[in-house]
């Protein structure tokens, strides 16, 4: 029968051992320049129950430290200071519970802590050397959480990155914070450096959105994205109960950087680079607020030429063909007096401000045009509007056609009884593929049907690549 060995044996040969192993660490890291693997594959041995708390300690002390990067020198001494009485007060724990079951229960509780400790600092490790998206990572672990119930759920806690205070000002009637073009920019460093140029063209989006429909808080981004890549970044962000009340401030610092930007420049690991922004995207309450002019709604309301318009039916209209057209230098000078409202802090980035702010076919034609349109026939005047037969027809098909459409489109048709909340994807869609399908064979009037015809048909010629052919001249004549 083997002796059993007594609890200050165990105790003097864990305590020589941890002891030994930690200054091996640290002699190890202390002349080791070079970036290793924090959690070290090869381990100690101790008694049963010892290693567990080293591990657990090495653990912890990757967490308290914030990052998975930290000095190795400074883990080491931190582990020498720890494990002693780590390692004590589970001998103690022994000590007291006088079982072994005790031991083995609390030792399996500890391994398997280890256990989700060690996954977690292995996953950590692994998605920051194999550069693994954080989406990825999310994804990772919600399929890891229901098996390893203390792995945290997001990349950013497990990587113990944290959140920054962002720097908040309080400014024309709301807060703003301005996270910066540059800033962004850098996010597509790769990409820029391989596109060699030397000015790198970028767009501007300005929008508002409501946060909740129960007060009346609402947020307006200013995006930005690089000319010929998809994604946007976010370069200042403002908050308030209504739109920013005064547009020099709430634009302040987006031209004071895209000044710089654009005149001194930038480097990207060396190499130097301009930036200028070269159109504005937005809806037209947007557009009005940023050049400072009247809105779409008034008399001088047109962007693009000079005529005034007329109050027809409840509305205003623009029905000449043959106005003077607005220039840029005009509207920099500040002549447009009955349109500008007073001078723009944007003319002074040097861009047009009249051809800057694009007309885009998704707020003109899509969210414009053809809703308005849609609106007519289900609300408007008796002679345009549509039976309600008819609407639940055209609605039937409409919903018949989910299994058939295919994974291209981002969204399934809907009932027009859904109209409200129609996005201007769907609206496309229906202008340009199922549109005239489920109208036809409508009871709805010949006219109406031939000028949605002509509108889904001029539209398809002017989004064709090809456009610039004889076609476009068939768009005229249309
Ligand atoms: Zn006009």
């Known amino acids: 029968m083997k002796d059993k060995v007594s609890y200050w044996t165990i105790r003097r040969k864990a305590q020589s051992t941890v002891q030994s192993w930690s200054s091996s660490i640290t002699d190890e890291y202390v002349h080791d320049d070079v970036d290793e693997p924090l959690i070290r594959t090869e381990s100690p041995v101790l008694p049963h129950g010892v290693l567990c708390v080293n591990a657990a300690t090495h653990a912890d002390e990757m967490n308290e430290c914030g990052s998975v990067a930290r000095p190795h020198v400074q883990f080491s001494r931190s582990l020498m200071k720890r494990d002693t009485t ?43 050397s194999e550069k693994v998206t954080d989406t990825a990572v999310d994804k990772l672990l919600k399929l890891l959480k229901p098996h390893h119930p203390d792995l945290p759920v997001t990349s950013r806690t497990l990587k113990n990155t944290g959140y920054q205070v962002a720097d908040i000002v309080n400014i024309a009637g709301g807060e703003y914070v301005h996270f910066g073009i540059l800033n962004g920019m850098r996010r597509f460093e790769n990409e820029i450096l391989a596109s060699f140029v030397d000015v790198i063209d970028y767009h501007i989006n300005v929008d508002g959105l409501p946060l909740f429909r129960s007060s009346g808080t609402q ?120 349109h500008q409202l007073c001078r723009s802090p944007l003319i002074d980035l040097g861009f047009g401000m009249v051809s800057g702010f694009v007309l885009d076919y998704m707020h003109l034609v899509c969210l414009g045009v053809v809703r308005r349109l849609l609106h007519f026939w289900l609300r408007g005047a008796l002679t ?52 005239m399908v489920v109208l036809k064979d409508q009871k709805m009037d010949k006219k109406l049907y031939d000028h949605f015809v002509c509108l889904s048909v001029i539209m398809h010629i002017l989004l064709s690549p090809h456009a610039h052919t004889p076609e476009s001249l068939f768009v005229q004549l249309l």
């Open 86 to 128: 780590e390692y004590i007060s589970v001998l103690d724990y022994y000590e007291e519970g006088g079982q072994n079951i005790h031991w083995f229960s609390d030792s399996e509780d500890m391994i398997e802590c280890n256990a989700t400790e060690n996954l977690r600092d292995q996953i950590a490790i692994w998605s920051i």
């Open 219 to 338: 947020l307006w981004p200013i995006l930005g994205k690089i000319n010929g890549l998809r994604c946007p970044f976010m370069i200042g962000v403002f908050c308030g109960q209504h739109k920013p009340s005064n547009v020099n401030d709430f634009l302040n610092r987006f031209i004071e950087e895209a000044m710089v930007l654009k005149t001194s420049g930038f480097t990207l690991q060396g190499i130097p680079f301009r930036a200028q922004p070269v159109c504005f995207i937005c809806d037209a309450p947007a557009r009005a607020l940023l050049k400072k002019t009247k809105s779409h709604t008034g008399y001088y309301g047109c962007d693009r030429c000079v005529e005034k318009g007329e109050y027809v039916e409840g509305r205003v209209t623009f029905p000449q063909l043959t106005a003077d057209k607005r220039t840029d230098i005009l509207f920099a000078n500040a002549v447009y007096e009955d």
């Open 384 to 435: 345009v509007r549509l039976s309600a037969r008819s609407v639940s027809l055209i609605s039937h098909k409409l919903i018949s056609m989910r299994g058939s459409v295919p994974s291209e489109f981002a969204r399934k048709p809907r009932a027009l009884t859904e109209l409200e909340y129609w996005k201007a994807s769907e609206l496309r869609q229906f202008l340009l593929y199922s549109g």
